[in-house]
Every structure is written in C-alpha cells, then in structure tokens.
C-alpha cells in the first residue's frame, strides 16, 4: 500500500488565486511528521512546510498553509495568491517514528506538477 | 555557508561501468540519505546511514553500494549490476532536529 498518495499528477491556477495540492497518508504510527517539499526544474528540493502529529494547530509559512485532518490522514498544501514563480513540482512526504534507531527516512509521493498561468 | 555538496552535476556512465556520485557536507549531521528520482515518479530511498562506518539498505538498494567512512561524507557508487541506472539522485542529511532535512542539489545520470 502507498504511504503516500498524490491523487493529482497536475495542476492548473490562475496568478493571485489560491490553490490546494492534495495529500493522504497511511501509517500505524503515532508519532510522524509531514512535509512539503517544491521541486522546480533544476531539480533542487526546497523545504516549504512541516507538520508533526502532535502538533495541535495546522502549519503557516508565509503564503503557505497545510490543512491538517488527522482523522482522515489528509496534509493538504493551501498555496494563496499564486505566484508565477510558484511553478513547480511540489511532493507530500512522511518521516515515520523519530526514534534515532529507525532512521528518520523520508517516504515521498509522487508529486504534482503545478502550472500557474496569467 | 553550511550545506551538502553533490558532484558531478551530470553523469554519463557506459554499460558495464561502475561510477560513484559524491555527497559531501560540512553541517555535522549524523544521517545521510541517496534518493533515486525517476521522471513521474517521487523519490525513492536507496541507502542511509546514520553514524560513521554503518549503513542500511533502503527500497531499491539493489546495484548500489555505499561507504560511510567520514561524517561528512557519503559516496554511492552506481554498479554494473544496476540494470536501469539512468535517472536523477539526491542526497540528503538530517540534523539535530526531526524536520531539518538538508538536500544536495542532484547528480543527474545517463547511461550511454
């Protein structure tokens, strides 16, 4: 089963418009973290968001925001007021545990390829 | 600036050739991770280790070996066992805290 699932292979929004990239998750373990992470097509991974399980508020950076529903194993990444330099590829990813004995790996979606147009 | 430092940026590898992709860091993270990125597909892990002179097999540790001789350092080598090694790698590290993930800026490869 995936651990991570990306249900939205592309995306379009408009400049200045809002967007949500959607993300579900499965995992029996109660401690975990959630990421966002923006690929562009230099290939580099830039780091946008992170949410823990604990945490008991949903994550803000700046324009970006994580809709967090614990119960149904959803992190979705809100992006408001699209930029055109906001187009990239974005991918959901889960570290399981935070024990130093289980290696703290990162499972990654497949990512969605975002468009923002004029 | 601290950070990790992959190299070569581009690759080109023949058939039955071994190459090995660099990952240095100078951040003093204990863990260090090689991802493997196919086109459409996310990153899946290939090896991490996290101490000096130990290392564990990730999804597809298949064709690959690795070394962790200094802190700062992480090779992969790519063998000729690897049947479809053209793709984008990425090494990553993880400090002290559980979300400060740095990542390498990719070594991409192609077999030629």
Known sequence: AQKITQTQPGMFVQEKEAVTLDCT???SDPSYGLFWYKQPSSGEMIFLIYQGSYDQQNATEGRYSLNFQKARKSAN???SASQLGDSAMYFCAMREGGSPG???KLTFGTGT???VEL | DGGITQSPKYLFRKEGQNVTLSCEQNLNHDAMY???QDPGQGLRLIYYSQIVNDFQKGDIAEGYS???EKKESFPLTVTSAQKNPTAFYLCASLGGRLHGYTFGSGT???VV
């Open chain 1, 25 to 27: 998750y499965d995992t």
């Open chain 1, 77 to 79: 990444l809100v992006i």
């Open chain 1, 102 to 104: 289980g290696g703290n």
């Open chain 1, 113 to 115: 390829q975002l468009k």
């Open chain 2, 34 to 36: 090689w991802y493997r």
């Open chain 2, 66 to 68: 690795v070394s962790r």
């Open chain 2, 108 to 110: 991409r490869l192609t």
